[in-house]
DNA sequence: TTGAAAGCGCTAACAG
DNA sequence: CTGTTAGCGCTTTCAA
């Protein structure tokens, strides 16, 4: 362990030519077939690999590219970072993983570090936004990329789902399939999904020839299967108005979905029979979970790609306009929306 | 975006002192409190922020950690790569993600790529191991700790569950609940886990005192649901020696463990009443899943930060000698081994 | 095509 | 306590 590195002086000393010759015979251009040949052999015997820190300090770059989430053990944000690595990597570039905490705060001071210079770009996807943040992308010394629409509103490049669009897509679906009594259960609407979601919900049932019958609303207090339970249970028990029972749940995530599930069954209630339920992420949970969920897919690995590709082009220079790319949101439909049941078949073609 | 940044030569200049001093008052010691102000105040005013590469040529030091999985969007790696990040970060150091692939020799040529010092040091999680990894492991020029038994048995220091053991403990649970007729679903036995699991699963039956009336095994392809599926049916349809059929079930993980579960209801077998089954990683899917999996937990997270802790010593100079750490496997019991049904308790209490 | 030399931004040894 | 200076390993002008 620890052996010395072998450095580019030794190797030019070994094959017996200048400093400048070797460099160029390992890496640049401008060459002839017998230095190369030479530098080559000098290197191999010891062992050379050329070193990260002298090559970034004379080129101004590191090729590596941060990522930046709240919380990397959620699995979508693991999802799209396995995406941005996929992308990445073939190019040359290291992903560095940071985590930006809850608050914009300390996104924000994320986004100052880079005057560190320690990575040629970050991709970002902050969980709430602020001005602050805003202008400290804005003066970033390297390209910045964000996921999500909170920043991609402001100017910045980035990459988004229209996750409004895709609330309004679970609607119609249950509208569509009989439903129509139809409870939104939201999480906290002063975060960006949520406020998305709420505005996605908010134009569905008062687009012109909606045809529900009732509509309610109640918010969890986090995007979690516990905070679901609790919610659910309110939106479920209670037939506000008099009316008769709720029989559609779209839930803003598929942790709540789950949540209302457990809720309908402490209820006596069966999903999809008495109640549809329909989530959103399309989550590896919900597509195991049963009755398995119907779902919006966001498609975390494709935003993760997308956001890759942009930031590739940056980082090489082609600078296109700073602009917002959608990547469209996609219905899953599952049992738990009263598909009949198939998830032999299902699992054995693989849909598992 | 991408305004030029501040070097430390142009903040000497603004205070009107020389660059050491600039140095010495910005980070090392020795400077007088008139020095200190005035170098702050021309920094700021700058917007200074130290460069990286600049300063790990010089130190020789990186302060990044390299974490090299095979598929770095597998849950439980994720999980690792969290606790490694949680551990690693607020001691300031970076990490860099790195996919090994399945192969011995992606993951050799990924740690021969040290010698490029782009890491202080790399936590390195093989599917598999060869020789040349080992050497490679060994020649390093900086500190390596590997996830999994496969590399501590080399020498390597090494945080790693007894999974053999926590086979056992499933195997234990479920004679102790009274079954008697046990199968084991295994993934490929070529694989380290899979080598594991099986000694873990015929030292437990060869144990004296085993009370198991039967035992059958059977291979899956792949650890995942599907595979699951498929070798859980060979292993419930068929009454071998034409005995009863089997009343429990180990699976080598989660994914298996919910395969057979699948495979049961197509069997129209119920769980845990006709059969018990028991997974392993004890994944937020088996806690979710319906019925709730009972699960050996390896401890993703706490191998991470078991692994992070390690390193944090070696990259600091406090080598100790390279040693396995063992971290405890611990079985949860839940729903699938027959423990009555409490969910909506547990949901409420937060369980889940 | 090859070599000599400058310098990326920083820290630390040395001298004052 | 402060300043001068060398040099970490590399790429790249500029001359030959």
Redesign the interface.
């Known amino acids: ?5 072998a450095t580019l002086i030794q190797v030019a000393e070994r094959a017996g030519v200048s400093l400048a010759s070797t460099s160029r015979a390992l890496h640049g251009s401008g060459a002839s077939e017998a230095m190369v040949e030479r530098v080559r052999a000098a290197a191999d015997e010891l ?8 090559r ?2 004379k080129l101004g770059r ?1 090729f ?1 590219i941060a990522f930046a989430v709240a ?3 959620n ?1 979508v944000h ?2 799209m ?2 995406a941005l ?1 996929e992308v990445l ?1 073939p190019h040359g570039y ?6 930006t905490g809850d608050t914009p705060e300390s996104a924000t001071e994320l986004v ?2 880079l ?4 990575v040629d770009g970050m991709v970002v996807s902050p969980p709430h936004t602020d001005e602050e943040l805003v202008r400290a992308v ?7 990329v964000a996921i999500g629409r909170s920043l991609g509103a402001h100017g910045v490049d980035s990459v988004s789902t229209d996750s409004a669009a895709g609330v309004g897509q679970a609607v119609r679906h249950l509208v569509e399939t009989g439903r129509r009594r139809i409870g939104f259960l939201n999480g906290p609407p002063d975060t960006s999904p949520g406020a998305e979601r709420k505005r996605g919900f908010d134009d569905a049932v008062s687009a012109p020839g909606f045809a529900a019958e009732r509509v309610d609303v109640a918010l969890a207090e986090d995007f979690t ?2 905070a679901g ?2 919610a659910a249970h309110r939106l479920l028990a209670g037939a506000p108005r008099g009316g008769a029972r709720l029989d559609a749940v779209v839930a803003a995530n598929d942790l709540l979905a ?2 209302t599930i ?1 809720a309908a069954r ?1 209820l006596g209630l069966s999903v999809p029979e008495d109640v549809a339920v329909t989530g959103m992420d399309d989550t ?2 919900g597509r ?3 009755p398995s969920l119907t779902s919006v897919s966001l498609g975390s690995a494709e935003l993760g790609r997308a956001a890759a590709r942009i930031m590739l082009r940056l980082v090489e220079g082609k600078a296109d306009e700073p602009r917002e790319t959608p990547v469209g949101p996609r219905l899953v439909v599952r049992e738990s929306t009263g598909v009949p049941p198939m ?2 078949g299902a ?2 073609k ?1 849909a ?1």
Chains 1, 2 share one sequence.
């Open positions: 362990m620890t052996s010395s590195r062992g050379y690999s050329p070193d990260v820190s002298g970034s300090l590191t590596q919380d990397i053990g699995p693991a999802k970072m396995a690595h990597a290291r992903v560095v993983v940071m985590t100052r570090s005057g560190s210079g320690f804005r003066r970033a010394p390297v390209p910045v299967v516990v339970v609790a789950i949540g457990l402490e590896e949970m195991i979970f049963q998830l032999a699992v054995r693989g598992l």
